[in-house]
Nanobody
């Protein structure tokens, strides 16, 4: 069973930076596609950034140029570096592993951007 644990969320001011981390258990991390999603209450979960194994990263337009997704296969860890944060970036951030047609989710970490 794959378990994902996010960390790094918090309350920050507009313009600040945060780095989210997600540590995965098990042995599939290295062969998985990794993704970060964001959910605001009342809205559907939205894909924010994606990184295939060996491929180029993808970002939703609203974060492109400000967020960076990365992975460290040796540490079974994925990251989301978030710079120049805006109030509209507020939400619960979930890491996701996709492998073999299966999706694995963390429990989320809350990011609040407010002055």
């Amino acid at each position: 069973q794959v378990q994902l644990v996010e960390s790094g969320g918090g309350l920050v001011q507009p313009g600040d930076s945060l780095r989210l981390s997600c540590v995965a258990s098990g042995s599939i991390f290295k062969v998985s596609h990794v993704n970060w999603y964001r959910q605001v209450p009342g809205n559907q979960r939205e894909l924010v950034a994606a990184l295939t194994n060996g491929g180029a990263p993808w970002y939703v337009d609203s974060v492109r140029g400000r967020f960076t997704i990365s992975r460290d296969n040796a540490k079974n860890t994925m990251y989301l570096q978030m710079n120049s944060l805006k109030p509209e970036d507020t939400g619960d951030y979930y890491c996701n592993l996709n492998w073999g047609g299966n999706d694995y989710w963390g429990k989320g970490t809350l990011v609040t951007v407010s002055s």
